[in-house]
């Protein structure tokens, strides 16, 4: 074979994700007779090996199922279709579109503004998903605004 001509064998499927820059389903390959580290995020359509496909998938928990089959993938959250987490860039509080009507508990979501590396568009997500996926960034956030310098509760006398 020549150096033009180098087959490359998928030995496993690491993770999948959607990526919302390209409208793509992508696998991280692990290629055999290479280093983890040499490891690639490959399109669905640009693989050629259906076991390989099946066999990843059945071994996805019924959780991370329910995402991977997703019929509108490009309406998952970041961390719903497994997109690298770059940033917590903000914090904002209840909208003006809020219905008026809406319970008082209603009006007083905390939403976060999330970027991730698959889109230049910020994400908007409430404070309890984050959570899930991030909660040592959270608790610094938190625990920044509730206390001084010296680790003294913070009070608004």
């Known amino acids: 074979m020549s150096d033009e001509e180098i087959a490359y064998e998928v030995e496993a499927i690491r993770a999948w994700r959607y990526n919302k ?35 990843f998938t059945k071994s996805l928990s019924r959780f991370e199922r329910r995402y991977f089959k997703a019929k509108n993938p490009e309406k998952l959250s970041g961390f719903q279709r497994n997109a690298k987490f770059v940033k917590l860039l903000g914090i904002d509080g209840p909208h003006e579109s809020d219905d008026e009507s809406s319970p008082k508990a209603e009006k007083q979501k905390l939403y976060l503004l999330v970027k991730f590396d698959d889109s230049d568009v910020l994400e908007e997500m409430r404070w ?13 956030i938190f625990e920044n605004r509730l206390f001084n310098k010296n680790g003294c509760l913070l009070n608004d006398g």
């Open 21 to 55: 820059a390209t409208k793509r389903r992508e696998f991280l390959i692990k290629w055999k007779d290479y280093d983890e580290e040499e490891n690639t995020w490959e399109q669905e359509s640009n693989l050629t090996c259906p076991k390989k496909l099946r066999e």
């Open 128 to 140: 309890q998903h984050f959570f899930e996926h991030k909660p040592d960034i959270l608790f610094s």
